[in-house]
């Protein structure tokens, strides 16, 4: 099985530019929520010499001086990147740990060396077209391999950000050289401490050690670290389907609202909003949490909040059945009388669309009117005509409750392609 690891360079750094293309070149840092400390920065901050984690009023001056671009951390939209860049990774990979909000493993069936090579900088590129997202791809026999070869890629411009480890075994041994034994992955400082007191402090003086002696004075980690740097894989590549654990949708009215017309329009927007959600990660929920809530912060009206589960027959990803299970669980918690600030929906039990089992014609309950096709075609309109301009007759027409607030969509990249479908998860069969 051929292994690699997915990184996104800068991550937030390269977010930011994705959103405004007209910041390549341009030195970008990105602060903490506070605006405290530098989170992130662009290859160009890094070689201005602004240190990660620095207090901004340290580092303030040399920003100025070189223009860069200071931003704000934007987790949402990171979050959203993130989302992007894993399903397009999951499209080309026959396995798929997500590791990090930038990283993940992908496996692979085995094959030669340069097609090994040749698939890297195809994922490298269709990460880059379909979400402005630069990502390393270092590519190995195992995960400690895969590691090293993502470091590898990233800090050798001439691999093109996409390093193979050679398949000779010289050949890998003599990479092994230069690499200290504390710069695998996984070697903190008693575990490096131990192998230099037993004479091994090149990585590659690990690599030619029997892995059974090893074990006997650095236990069962300092083995599958042997093992691994030659080439035996003892961490799996977990497929860890790119799943939320839930999907929150609520928002604060943009007027005191009190009657369950208004409310009911309000949770089926949500309710749509989320089940698109769904859809674009291609995920299917089971569950659907409504929550009321009226303003804590007016102690002079009465209070009331509530939230109110309805489970579903079926996982699903269907906008009209989570906006009649949504409207079911309302009308159970609506109570007349209060002046309600905010609602939303929150979906739970969440799993990916492929791994659903889809119910058989005549077995179990098939809901009613349930096409996936048509959710498609929803998508698809939206898509092309603007957020919204079809949407479910529940949602509203007048929506006096979204008052000034409403938001608006989310800035898209023009160039970003819908991901497709896991249609191409076939082409690796072995
Ligand atoms: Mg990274």
Redo the contacts with the bound molecule.
């Keep these: 099985m051929l292994r690699a690891l997915a990184?996104?360079?800068?991550?937030y750094a390269s977010c930011e530019r994705a959103l405004n293309p007209a910041l390549r070149g341009v030195p970008i840092v990105v602060l903490s929520n506070n605006d405290g400390c530098v989170i992130a920065r662009s290859a160009e901050s890094k070689a201005l010499g602004i240190p990660m984690g620095a207090p901004y009023f340290q580092v303030r001056r040399v920003c100025e001086a070189h223009g860069v671009k200071v931003f704000s951390s934007n987790f949402a939209a990171y979050g959203d990147f993130s989302a992007r860049v894993m399903a397009v990774l999951q499209e080309q990979a026959r396995d798929l740990e997500v590791y990090?909000v930038?990283?993940a493993f992908l496996g692979f069936p085995d094959m030669p060396e340069a097609d090994a090579a040749l698939l890297g900088q195809r994922i490298k590129a269709a990460v880059w077209e379909q979400t402005g997202i630069p990502i390393?791809l270092g590519m190995g026999p195992t995960k400690v391999w895969c590691k090293l070869a993502n470091e590898y890629a990233k800090n050798h411009p001439h691999t093109g950000g996409v390093f193979v480890v050679p398949y000779a075994e010289a050949a890998r041994l003599e990479f092994l050289k230069h690499v200290a034994v504390e710069d695998l992955w996984g070697v903190g400082e008693g575990l490096g401490a131990r192998l230099r007191s037993h004479g091994m402090v090149l990585a590659s003086d690990l690599a030619t050690a029997d892995p059974s002696y090893v074990r006997k004075f650095a236990g069962v980690v300092g083995e599958r670290l042997a093992l691994e740097i030659r080439g035996i894989s003892c961490y799996e590549v977990d497929e860890k389907p790119v799943t939320r654990q839930s999907i929150l949708v609520s928002r604060s009215f943009g007027r005191p609202v009190q009657d369950l017309t208004d409310l009911t329009e309000a949770i089926a927007t949500h309710a749509m909003r989320a089940a698109e959600k769904l859809r674009e990660d291609h995920l299917m929920a089971k569950a659907i949490v409504v929550m009321l809530r009226t303003n804590r912060h007016r102690q002079d009206q009465a209070q009331y909040r509530a939230d109110e589960v309805e489970v579903l027959e079926t996982y699903t990803d269907d906008a009209r059945l989570l906006c009649a299970a949504a409207t079911r669980a309302l009308e159970r918690i609506y109570r007349p009388g209060f002046i309600y600030k905010k609602a939303g929906v929150y979906l739970s039990d969440i799993q990916t669309a492929h791994t659903v089992q889809p119910i058989l014609p005549g077995l179990g309950t098939t809901p009613e009117g349930t096409r996936p096709g048509l959710m498609k075609v929803v998508d698809r309109l939206n898509e092309m005509l603007g957020p919204d301009t079809i949407r479910l007759a529940s949602t509203g027409f007048e929506r006096s409750w979204k008052g000034q607030s409403a938001q608006p969509s989310k800035a898209t990249l023009p160039w970003a392609k819908p991901a497709a479908g896991p249609k191409s998860r076939l082409r690796f069969h072995e």
């Design positions: 990184d996104c360079n800068n991550f990090s930038d990283e390393s």
